[in-house]
């Protein structure tokens, strides 16, 4: 599933150029423990967020662009046992 709150991004072919910052084939997606604070820390140096942290069902989720223009996603879990996953996944062992 496409995530909606990507800012101005949508899926592209991998074997494809990109004419645009805003349509992309992957991104990179960073796990953190605390958001809030990596947000503030990574502000205060200068970065420029594409948008703040945003609560989602299971995750904390905020985007920026490195200074190629790659899309990252920055991400918290909010999940009490730490290992949400959609319900389509395979169970994976633990």
């Not at 990507?6 to 990109?18: Q, V």
């Not at 942290?53 to 904390?60: D, V």
């Not at 046992?81 to 994976?92: D, E, I, K």
Request: hydrophobic content about 30%.
């Amino acid at each position: 599933m496409w995530a909606v709150d990507r800012p101005t991004t949508s899926r592209r072919s991998r074997w494809r150029p990109h004419p645009t910052p805003d349509r992309v084939s992957s991104f990179l997606n960073i796990r953190v423990k605390d958001i809030e604070a990596v947000y503030a820390e990574w502000n205060a140096r200068g970065a420029d967020f594409l948008t703040p942290p945003k609560q989602h069902e299971y995750e904390i989720r905020c985007y920026i662009r490195d200074p190629d223009g790659h899309l990252i996603e920055v991400g918290q879990t909010t999940d009490p046992q730490g290992g949400w996953a959609p319900p389509h996944w395979p169970v994976q062992p633990r």
